[in-house]
């Protein structure tokens, strides 16, 4: 079994959606978990980190951690065809000194006109 | 502020060839990590570097194997290139001690 599990997609919707991405994962000792964007070709852009649980938002982007569940999701409002990418999602454990990311596959997501 | 940045962007090499591959990180940026991203998967973690010494090291043989520079910069070699080797690389800096990570534009490897 893989740490973190994450749907590889593709979903396609259409512009204007409300959009759900999600990973699991089985390591307790994940603390950090953070969300890139990879266009195609490119390297992963950082789009959002969260420490523990709970929810952060940022523009129509929103992060939510449930940790009792081991699982994370990102949602993206008024979704818009330049969101058209790979959603990457990225977990580390606390402590200094094992700060590697451990990513999960990646969705990619397609928004059409 | 110039971020993370990789050299050279594509690369060509023939079945056990060496290669070099390098990297700056962000501006103030101390720790270096390389990671391989095969055609449809996430990053895969080789190692990290902080102080010049490898302080990290994910589960890739000894053909891996790199450097930092005093002045942070960072190069990954591999040897015995095999095709399997073809991949994205991904250089990505951070602060000593902090999660939050920053990646370049990658350097793709093409092993014919």
């Known amino acids: 079994q893989k740490e973190v599990e994450q749907d590889p997609g593709p979903l396609s919707v259409p512009e204007g959606a409300i959009v759900s991405l999600n990973c699991t994962y089985s390591?307790?000792?994940?603390?950090?978990f953070m969300w890139y964007r990879q266009y195609s070709r490119k390297g992963p852009e950082l789009l959002m980190y969260t420490y523990s649980s709970g929810n952060k938002e940022d523009g129509r982007f929103t992060a939510q951690v449930d940790k009792s569940s081991k699982y994370i999701s990102l949602f993206i409002r008024d979704s818009q065809p330049s969101d058209s990418a790979t959603y990457l999602c990225?977990?580390?454990?606390?402590?200094?000194?094992?700060?590697?990311?451990?990513f999960g596959t990646g969705t990619r997501l397609q928004v059409f006109p | 502020d110039a971020g993370v940045t990789q050299s050279p962007t594509h690369l060509i090499k023939t079945r056990g060839q060496q290669v070099t591959l390098r990297c700056s990180p962000k501006?103030?940026?101390?720790?270096v990590s390389w990671y391989q991203q095969a055609l449809g998967q996430g990053p895969q973690f080789i190692f990290q570097y902080y102080e010049e010494e490898e302080r990290q090291r994910g589960n890739f043989p000894d053909r891996f194997s790199g450097h930092q520079f005093p002045n942070y910069s960072s190069e990954l070699n591999v040897n015995a290139l095999l095709l399997g080797d073809s991949a994205l690389y991904l250089c990505a800096s951070s602060l000593a001690g902090q999660v939050i990570t920053f990646f370049g534009q990658g350097t793709r490897l093409t092993v014919v």
């Open positions: 990225a977990m580390s454990p606390v402590s200094v000194g094992t700060d590697k990311l451990i």
């Open positions: 501006s103030g940026h101390d720790t």
């Open positions: 390591n307790s000792a994940f603390q950090y």
